[in-house]
């Protein structure tokens, strides 16, 4: 199956820092997500973004799939932010089985 | 604002003992998943539904762990006997083929 990769594994911030979380997987895709896992363990939807780019706020997304990677951009943090950061994907097909990465811990100070 | 529900919310029980969690999906969604949670392996998906048919459960321990729909608007997961190893937060997420997979709050589960 496909593996996914994120990176780094923990990222510290100031309040109003900018920043840029990567996922790597090992095969094409055409199912990828980013979820936010919040302080109280519940998995938010941010982006469906099997190609291209998506901007939603102060979030936005890019995917390169022919070199096999996607990127979080995440711009004037908060402390609202912090969390884990997963991206998951289905692989080769576009539905079913989402393996997820290992995640990156964002931790947002004030 | 639709979402996908579960129940209970914690659970605390014995090794040995039978616990069941719940899942109500977001109506209209055919594909119902469950997904463990875990310090140690992360999330990782234990099987899953389409049409209330399971189509993948190869992540499940067969001997102990069971999944079902007995109707379009409930999804059940039985573990019996627990074990302290089965101590998790269990996910329970919806979807169609042209979307992505909703995610209810999860059951966090102890077994002492």
């Known amino acids: 199956g496909i593996q996914v990769e994120q990176s780094p594994p923990d990222l510290i911030l100031q309040e109003g820092a900018n920043s840029t979380l990567r996922c790597n997987f090992s095969d094409s895709v055409n199912n990828l997500q980013w979820f936010h896992q919040n302080p109280w363990g519940q998995l938010i939807n941010l982006f469906y973004?099997?190609?291209g780019t998506k901007q939603n706020g102060r979030l936005s997304a890019t995917t390169v799939a022919t070199e096999r990677y996607s990127l979080l951009y995440i711009s004037s943090s908060q402390t609202t932010d912090s969390g884990v950061y997963f991206c998951?994907?289905?692989?080769?097909?576009?539905?079913?089985?989402?393996?997820f990465g290992q995640g990156t811990i964002l931790t947002v100070h004030p | 604002d639709a979402r996908v529900t579960q129940t209970p919310r914690h659970k605390v029980t014995e090794m040995g003992q039978e616990v069941t969690m719940r899942c109500q999906p977001i109506l209209g969604h055919n594909t119902v998943f469950w997904y463990r949670q875990t310090m140690m392996q992360g999330l990782e998906l234990l099987a899953y539904f389409r049409n209330r048919a399971p189509l993948d459960d190869s992540g499940m321990p067969k001997d102990r762990f069971s999944a079902e729909m007995p109707d379009a608007t409930l999804a059940t997961l039985k573990i019996q006997p627990s074990e302290p190893r089965d101590s998790a937060v269990y996910f329970c997420?919806?979807?169609?083929?042209?979307?992505?997979?909703?995610f209810g709050p999860g059951t966090r589960l102890t077994v002492l």
């Open positions: 997420a919806s979807g169609t083929r042209t979307d992505t997979q909703y």
């Open positions: 973004i099997p190609s």
């Open positions: 998951a994907s289905t692989g080769g097909t576009s539905y079913g089985k989402l393996t």
